[in-house]
Structures are given as C-alpha cells and as structure tokens.
C-alpha cells in the first residue's frame, strides 16, 4: 500500500512539474513557472529566478505589471507592461534602454505574481526529488541517513557555489544606446528677401544625396521649382518671379513647398508652408531725398509724382504763386530702393507719390522743409 502511494506521488510530482513549467507555454494553465535567462529585468529579476505567474483570464492585468507572454512554443518572455491600447500592448524590459515591438494582448499568457531566487528553489528541488524517488529505509538504520544528509549537504553547498561563479560574481551588461537613423524639421525661413526658401533639417546618422522633385503649390497652381540645389543638412529653393506674381495678383498669402528627397537610406516626402507678408512701398524724405523702398518679390508701379513749391509760403498759396513740377512713373524692382533729388526743390513744397498696389491706386503725400 505505501509502495502504490509512493509512486502515485511520483507520478503526481512529475505531471505537475510537467504541466506548470512546460505545459504552460502552450495550455491556457491557472499557474506557470518560468526561469529567468537574461538581464533585461535586472535589478527587478535576475537570471535564474523562477517566477510564478497567473493565468490572465483569471487575474486582470494593468500597465506598470510584469506580465510573461509567449512569441512560440519555445520562446516566452517576462517583461513590464508600458501600455495597453485594445488589442495591443506594449512592454519594456527594466534594464532595457528601449521598448519592445507591439505584441497582441492575445499573447500575455500571465501576470507574475512571485519570484523564487535560485538558491531557494533549486536546493529545495533537488532535496524533494531525492527524498521522493530514493526514500530512506527506516531498516537500515541512521548510517544510511547520515550519508544521505551528507550527500544532500554537498549538492547543496554545490549549487551554490555554481550560482556564486555564473550569476552572483557576474555584472550585467552595460547599456549601449543606439542612435537610429532619423531626420526632422529643424526651421523654415528666408533670406535675401522671398528669394531663397530655406528648409533646415536635423539629421542623425543620415544626409542628404540629392532634391528628387520640389513643387510650389498655391491653391489650384502647381508648379515645378526652376531652382534649388542640398546645402549640407539644408535645402534651398529659389521661387521664379511669375510665382510670386500669381499670388499677387490673386491675393494669395500661404503656398506651400513639396519636396522629395533621396537620402542616404530610404527618401523622405514632406509640404512646408511659407508667407509672404504683401507691404505697401516705404516712402519717406530725408536729407533732401525721396526715398521709395519696395519690400516685396513682385515689382510695384509707380505711377509718377508731382511737386507743388508755394515760393513765400502761406502768402504765395493765398495768392495763389503755385510752381508745379511733374515726372513720370516707372517700375520699382523687387527689394530695390530708388532715390529722388530734391536738392533742387524750393522750401515750403509738397511732393505726391501715385502708385498701385493689389489693383488700387494710393497716393503718398510728404512735406519738404529745408
């Protein structure tokens, strides 16, 4: 009767073992053991440690919980979840310096509830298989005890020296941070007035090879750029004059800039929107100068200025003593500035200035006084 207990122990032991360390890789099982190899859990768990899950449909599972999923039969792994959207998750090893691919939440198998370091539960192992399949014999006296206590002591103290040299005295691996290839929008800008359009990226471990196709896009106009050319991490784009005039003469402030880059690996697409702030003409007299400045990529027409002398002032206006001068208009480039003489106008004179902006004819009017 006690040899047939025996072995239903035996047999209960071993299907147990069976079933909570292997079966549960694959058997939707209420508790799984699983042993640690590696150190992206450490400090948390160290390899080694045996650790005791619950099967995830019966105890629930939370961010911030370490969890053991099942990528296959042969392959599980124990790490901390950062996040769970729905369907999918995603985990991190604590001493990872990254975060895990998605995996599905079909995957998550349990949710570690306990760890065993291994110098309890292997010692404790290796004594319950000893004292289950070789019984001692209560007929042959304490000889066979004290060499079985013995036997026991040395295998013991054994693996714990084996423990001591292979995970104890060994250091976890040092991170090594990656820097993975990226590029990003670093500034958009101008210079030289609208002339040149300038995309600046940030870029690591990545350049530039070459401007694949560029686009200026205003509403319903698309047009291909006549001139850019790849200034190291930077980009610059020379929009034609008729460009800015579309937008001019159609009252059109934002466009935007497509380009298609060929990089060192792979190519990037991006739009990048730009302004132009339309201003009307500076005018302004000074050191007996007319001085008239365009501030904008399309040229402006003036349309031509008269001067209005009074001579004596108020008495020669009253009078009605007006000399006038006239001259004709003319076309003032982008960005460019024109000077006028006034050097040879009398004192107590006026001076208007026509020209046309967004189809609207302004007049500009200023004092000489000398």
């Given at each position: ?58 105890t629930p599972y ?51 509830i306990g760890t ?255």
């Open positions: 009767m006690k040899e047939r207990l025996r072995e239903i122990i035996q047999i209960s032991y071993v299907i147990l073992i069976i079933a909570f360390s292997i079966g549960a890789r694959f058997l939707p099982t209420p508790i799984g053991f699983f042993t640690v190899s590696g150190f992206s859990m450490y400090p948390t768990l160290k390899p080694g440690d045996l650790v005791i899950g619950v099967g995830s449909f019966i939370k961010e911030g919980d370490v969890v053991i999923y099942c990528v296959n039969v042969s392959t599980c792994v124990v790490h901390r979840l950062v996040l769970v959207n729905g369907t999918y998750a995603i985990t991190k090893g604590d001493y990872n310096p990254s975060n895990d691919p998605p995996i599905s939440t079909d995957s998550i198998r349990f949710k570690v065993i370091p291994l110098l309890v539960w292997l010692p404790l192992t290796v004594v319950s298989l000893i004292f289950i399949f070789f019984p001692l014999s209560p007929r042959k006296g304490l000889k066979q005890a004290f060499l079985m206590e013995t036997f026991v002591f040395l295998i013991f103290l054994l693996l714990n020296l084996t423990y001591l040299t292979i995970y104890v005295l060994q250091t976890p691996p040092a991170f090594t941070k990656l820097s993975l290839p990226s590029m990003s929008l670093a500034s958009l800008y101008t210079e030289n007035g609208y002339s040149t359009l300038i995309i600046d990226y940030h870029s690591t471990g990545l350049k530039i090879k070459e401007v694949e196709d560029c686009f200026l896009i205003a509403q319903s106009l698309t047009i291909q750029c006549s001139s850019y050319h790849v200034d190291g991490d930077r980009v610059l784009v020379h929009p034609p004059g008729e460009f800015y005039m579309f937008l001019f003469e159609n009252n059109i402030s934002a466009f935007m800039v497509k380009l298609t880059l060929s990089l060192e690996q792979g190519r990037l697409v991006g739009k990048y929107p730009f302004t132009v702030d339309w201003r009307r003409p500076v005018l302004e007299i000074t050191n007996n100068k007319l001085v008239i400045s365009n501030p904008n990529p399309i040229p402006i027409e003036i349309l031509g200025y008269r001067i209005r002398s009074y001579g004596d002032g108020l008495k020669a206006r009253y009078m009605g003593n007006v000399t006038e001068y006239s001259a004709p208009g003319f076309i003032l480039q982008p960005f460019e500035t024109e000077e006028i003489d006034l050097s040879w106008i009398p004192s107590q004179s006026y001076i208007e200035v026509r020209y046309v902006f967004f189809n609207q004819t302004f007049t500009w009017v200023g004092r000489i006084d000398k």
